[in-house]
């Protein structure tokens, strides 16, 4: 059976069951677009293949309670979306705490 002539419905569908052949065929046909979109907006390779690795294992380990209301398409798109929102909130959470450490650091005498 070639997977690559199942529409996303019916790979969804298919997951949902546990198929691991649905998977492949979802992370095949859905890899280089999610990447692409990721780096345009990360411009970082490696933190888009961490991001996407997230999202695909994620995918496979919630696949029985999956549920998608619109496209495959929309939702992995949405997934990428949301992750990077969240780690480019994670990074200016990150640098508003060493700049806020740099500036403590540089008030404070040293009293030894």
Do not use: C, P
Request: no cysteine.
């Amino acid at each position: 059976m070639d997977y690559s002539e199942h529409t996303d419905q019916q790979l969804t569908a298919m997951l949902r069951y546990g198929d691991h052949l649905a998977f492949n065929e979802i992370y095949h046909r859905y890899k280089r677009k999610l990447y692409l979109f990721g780096f345009k907006r990360l411009g970082d390779k490696e933190e888009v293949r961490d991001l996407l690795q997230d999202i695909f294992t994620n995918l496979w380990l919630k696949h029985e309670a999956i549920t998608i209301t619109e496209t495959l398409n929309a939702y992995l798109h949405t997934a990428v979306k949301n992750r990077i929102l969240d780690r480019i909130a994670s990074k200016q959470i990150s640098s508003k705490y060493v700049e806020s450490h740099n500036v403590f650091e540089l008030s404070v005498t040293n009293n030894t």
